[in-house]
């Protein structure tokens, strides 16, 4: 069990507060007869929560307020385990010494946790530990204080994996973990087909049976006509076989890429005679053309031409450079133009390819079979979407038919300890809290004919003490805001039972405050199972609070 925490950060009157010690049983942190807030005493739960392997500290007004900082902890079980937990690094836990001092050995979160499974249950489950407490540390920014859903350990956790802890910590996962596993299949196959269809890796199919019955007709009408359409083109006796189809296709194929590849080639010919004609003749003018210029312009000024023409060879030097590599390329383009042409040739002639139909049929034939191959995709789609939808149903089955048995053992189990333990809230007799599971994936939880906000509240930790002494739970933490809307005799009951958790050697931590205002036994075992007393004026967890206004002092 958890034994004590410690942290520099925590302070009373600017001092460090001595190490906070616990005990089996309830163990309380107390808040002023008045009922301040913003003293601590959820970031009080949250450190504990923390050193349970919890993460929520790690957004608290501690972290927030005077940056990271590390929590000292220590768990006892068959001796005394010391750790440290550093807010800036969560994922690794150290080691330490029984001071306190860190060691240079430490340990990975998930880790830790499997550490505190092996130490708190002597059975396996699938899931960590954190998993399977976490759902009962109901504390102010965990998230899991809906009243009405008391499985639910984060916003948006699903249903089913929900009721899958539960089972786990009552030790009933086990015996249906295999229909779990089998559904998850099952479902894994569906969903990894419908978006292969969704992103067409696949033949998409809209519509369900209705377009598949549609589908078949259409084929037959197809094949009917593809079959009409060869025996049309067909002007001997002989049978039109679908080899001499396909070896139409691959003539009409080869002369199209011959085609191809001679336009290719007469583009790339004509741009090397081109080049050819340049690097022959050059770009520059002979002396004979500069005197046929000076005939017809006397006057021009040939110094100027001259030394313009001068900058002009020696840019036709490069040009040439460039020319050349050019041409170089283009011999090599076209002679592998040559050298493809020349094999599409001999392919025809030594295979002796010719065409038997003519393109139109050609042409026909295949948009016929694309036409034919795509509904008969689709079809196949459907069937295999069918099957897949089949065996993930017939798994399901499976799963509700072994589950049955079990949830209504559990249900019963549940609902016989709550209605056990609201009978000790009150003098007369009221409804209890009720849960109903009823399936994999489905619960309601509620306390019939009474729909307050207090009862709903003290039906959620009816329900967590529940579990805490039906299941393997260790431990159940509960904040002062679970119980503002609870009457007075009910808080009353309910802090009796608390006191009695000792007996079954686990451990329940709470924070409250007005405990003056309900009954002296009520307020005696606040007082005597109170582990941390906080309030105002530098009494606070960390000796200060963020809520008060700060004065301005400076003279304007």
């Known amino acids: 069990m958890l034994v004590e925490i410690f942290s520099p950060v925590f302070k009373e009157n600017n001092v460090t507060r001595s190490t906070i010690k616990f005990k089996n049983g309830l163990n309380v942190i107390q808040g002023d007869k008045g009922g301040a807030n913003s003293i601590g005493k959820s970031s009080a739960l949250l450190a504990i929560d923390f050193s349970f392997g919890g993460d929520t500290y790690l957004n608290s007004d501690g972290v927030k307020y005077l940056g990271n900082h590390v929590i000292y ?15 800036e690094n969560p994922d690794e836990i150290i080691i330490c010494n029984k001071d306190y001092t860190e060691t240079k050995n430490t340990i990975k979160k998930n880790e830790f946790s499997t550490f505190l499974m092996e130490k708190y249950n002597t059975y396996e489950s699938d899931f960590s530990f954190r998993q399977l407490v976490s759902t009962y540390f109901r504390i102010y920014g ?32 086990s015996k249906i973990k ?28 809209v519509g369900g049976l209705k377009t598949y019955e549609a589908n078949r007709e259409t084929l037959k009408e197809l094949k009917a006509e593809l079959e009409s359409l060869t025996d049309s083109s067909n002007n001997t006796n002989t049978q039109v076989t679908q080899d001499d189809i396909d070896k139409s296709k691959y003539y009409e194929e080869l002369k199209s890429n011959k085609l191809f590849l001679e ?15 340049s690097l022959e003749y050059g770009l520059m003018p002979t002396e004979a053309d500069i005197q046929g210029l000076i005939e017809f312009f006397p006057s021009a000024n040939i110094k100027k031409i001259f030394e313009v023409e001068n900058y002009h060879r020696k840019l036709s030097k490069i040009l040439n450079t460039e020319f050349e590599k050019e041409n170089e390329s283009l011999n090599i383009e076209i002679n592998n133009l040559k050298d493809n042409i020349d094999k599409i040739n001999s392919e025809l002639l030594l295979k002796k390819i010719n065409n038997k139909f003519s393109k139109e049929f050609l042409d026909k034939y295949s948009a016929l079979q694309r036409q034919i191959y795509t509904l008969e995709k689709q079809n196949e789609a459907f069937k295999e979407e069918k099957t897949l939808s089949n065996l993930k149903q017939l798994a399901k089955d499976k799963l509700e038919s072994n589950l049955s048995d079990i949830l209504s053992a559990v249900t019963f189990e549940l609902n016989k300890k709550m209605r056990e333990l609201n009978d000790k809230l009150y003098k007369e007799k009221r409804n209890s809290p009720h849960i109903a599971l009823k399936n994999y ?116």
């Open 73 to 87: 902890f220590c768990f006892k079980f068959e001796k005394k385990y010391y750790f440290a937990r550093n807010t």
């Open 142 to 173: 965990k998230h899991n204080i809906e009243e009405n859903y008391p499985l639910q350990s984060y916003r948006n956790q699903s249903t089913k994996e929900a009721i899958k802890i539960l089972l786990s910590l009552l030790d009933y996962y």
């Open 178 to 205: 295999p229909y779990h596993e089998r559904l998850e299949v099952e479902s894994d196959k569906l969903k990894t087909f419908k978006n292969a269809r969704k992103y067409s890796f696949i033949p998409n199919l």
């Open 263 to 277: 336009a290719q080639l007469e583009r790339l010919q004509r741009r090397h005679n081109l080049l050819s004609v």
């Open 441 to 556: 994936n489905n619960y309601s939880f509620s306390t019939p004919q009474d729909s307050g906000t207090g009862t709903n509240f003290r039906g959620l930790i009816l329900f967590d003490l529940s579990m805490l002494y039906l299941s393997y739970l260790p431990a159940i933490s509960h904040d002062s805001l679970l119980f503002k809307n609870i009457d007075d005799e009910g808080i009353d009951g309910i802090i009796r039972i608390y006191n009695e958790v000792y007996k079954i050697n686990k451990q329940i931590f709470i924070s409250f405050d007005k405990q003056s205002s309900y009954s002296q036994k009520t307020y005696e075992i606040l007082n005597n199972n109170c582990v941390l007393q906080l309030g105002n004026s530098g009494n606070e967890l960390y000796g200060k609070a963020w809520n008060k206004e700060i004065k301005n002092e400076t003279n304007l």
